[in-house]
């Protein structure tokens, strides 16, 4: 007699992928992507400004050589408009994994925005607005990157693997079959 494995659910249980953060916070998520979104397009475009010489001369070679505002904005942009989609695609995990990815990385990036901007405003005494600018868009994105990673953290990962002893959690009933 062949071996024929046994089913590890039961027939009357249909296995489907769960949404990883609870609806209750999405809106939060999306809000506060939203909100990240705008504070990189900010900190993009002034890094760009950066780059034009008449502001280039009174900003720090240091945030305009690099373009410390550029690849900053850009990345918190990349968070923000995952977070977005995110919204869009609930049930997609790699999605809020992406997005748990890419707001740990804009909040190193935001981190160092935020070093070069008190670096560059003890440093070069004329036109310290740039810098100060600079320094307040890294502090918001920061902040916006903590909100985002603690929604998943606490909503998506925690209950997660508080429920990870359950087999069945992530089990619904199949009304067709009940």
Same mark, same amino acid.
């Given at each position: %007699?062949? #071996?024929?494995?046994?089913?590890? #659910?039961?027939?009357?249980?249909? $296995? ?9 916070? @999405? ?9 990240? $979104? &705008?504070?990189?397009?900010? @900190?993009?475009? *002034? ?17 305009? =050589? ?6 900053? =904005?850009?990345?918190?942009? &990349? ?6 989609? %995110? ?12 997005? #748990?990815? #890419?707001?740990? !990385? =804009? ?10 901007? &008190?670096?560059?405003?003890? !440093?070069? +005494?004329? /036109?310290?607005?740039?810098?100060? &600018?600079?320094?307040?868009? /890294? ?16 909503? /998506?990962?925690? $209950?997660?693997?508080?429920?990870? +002893?359950?087999?069945?959690? +992530?089990?619904? *009933? ?5």
């Amino acid at each position: %007699m062949a #071996f024929q494995p046994t089913p590890r #659910f039961p027939q009357n249980y249909l $296995t489907t992928q769960s949404q990883l953060i609870s609806p209750g916070y @999405s809106i939060a998520s999306l809000i506060t992507s939203i909100i990240q $979104t &705008v504070i990189s397009l900010a @900190s993009f475009i *002034l890094g760009i400004l950066f780059l034009v010489p008449p502001i280039s001369y009174s900003t720090s070679s240091l945030l305009a =050589g690099i373009g410390t505002n550029i690849w900053v =904005g850009v990345l918190n942009f &990349v968070a923000g408009v995952l977070g977005m989609t %995110m919204k869009c695609h609930p049930t997609n995990n790699d999605l809020t994994h992406a997005t #748990f990815a #890419f707001n740990i !990385i =804009g909040f190193v990036a935001s981190a160092v925005q935020i070093y070069f901007s &008190v670096f560059s405003y003890y !440093i070069y +005494h004329s /036109g310290r607005w740039p810098m100060t &600018v600079s320094l307040i868009l /890294g502090i918001a994105a920061a902040v916006a990157n903590t909100a985002i990673i603690v929604i998943l953290i606490v909503t /998506g990962y925690c $209950t997660r693997a508080c429920r990870s +002893h359950n087999q069945f959690s +992530h089990i619904v *009933l199949n009304p067709a079959t009940a």
